[in-house]
């Protein structure tokens, strides 16, 4: 059964810090690994998404890592702002004919100005 | 509208009423996915449309949960009979196929509380 992790539950930085968020998930067999954004009382907004093929992926400011056969992904924030304050949640999709996401629990950010 | 749509945004009701949670996808998108997220937990997958058919509806926790689509559009989520473990965030995304790496497009979610 594919389960989703990710460390730490909250972490809290200065403005202008680059930081990592870290996921790992049991099962190598996905298709995609997303990363998506979650404010307070909002639904979730993609960031990223990374094909099982894929390395990395960047958007302006973050980059997102997989290594699929150690079942891990980063997503590195650089020059962290206090508007990235929120939720950030990693999900896989199973290789198994599933069309649902696993999530994991996510991580709470904060950044201080 | 551009983004998913979901009403009510809360629902408060007393426990043992039926409540019903609407979701409107983006339009074209043929694939229609219920969440939930409870508190400290992670998303918790519910029931997946293709068009108006659900081929998984694993996620169902009891038989007082029902789903269904209409029209390749609309989705409403029923539950009846509501329990206090029943309150949590039901989020709905839709995505424009069921390609292996369609990103999904979730909506803001219903709040419901069951008192």
């Known amino acids: 059964k594919q389960e989703v992790t990710q460390i730490p539950a909250a972490l809290s930085v200065p403005e202008g810090e680059n930081l990592v968020l870290n996921c790992s998930f049991t099962?190598?067999?996905?298709?995609?690994l997303q990363w998506f954004r979650q404010d307070p009382g909002k639904g979730l907004t993609s960031l990223l998404l990374?094909?099982?093929?894929?390395r990395e992926q960047t958007s302006g400011r973050l980059n997102a890592s997989l290594d699929k056969s150690s079942g891990r992904s980063t997503l590195y924030i650089a020059a962290s702002q206090p508007g990235d304050s929120a939720t950030y949640l990693c999900?896989?999709?199973?290789?198994?004919?599933?069309?649902?996401?696993?999530f994991g629990t996510g991580t709470r950010l904060k950044v201080l100005a | 509208g551009a983004g998913v749509s979901q009403s009510p945004s809360n629902k408060v009701t007393e426990k043992g009423k039926d409540v019903e949670l609407r979701c409107d996808p983006i339009?074209?998108?043929?694939?229609l996915y219920w969440y939930r997220q409870s508190l400290g937990q992670g998303l918790e997958f519910l029931i997946y449309?293709?068009?108006?058919?659900?081929?998984?509806k694993s996620g169902l926790p009891s038989d007082r949960f029902s789903a269904e689509r209409t029209g390749g559009s609309v989705s409403t989520l029923t539950i009846q009979r509501t329990q206090q473990e029943d309150s949590a965030v039901y989020l709905c995304?839709?995505?424009?196929?069921?390609?292996?790496?369609?990103?999904?497009?979730f909506g803001d979610g219903t709040r419901l509380s069951i008192l």
């Open positions: 999900a896989v999709r199973p290789a198994s004919g599933t069309y649902k996401y696993i």
């Open positions: 449309f293709q068009g108006n058919s659900a081929p998984d």
């Open positions: 339009s074209g998108h043929t694939a």
């Open positions: 995304a839709s995505s424009l196929g069921t390609g292996r790496n369609q990103p999904q497009h």
């Open positions: 990374i094909q099982s093929s894929q």
């Open positions: 099962d190598s067999a996905i298709y995609n």
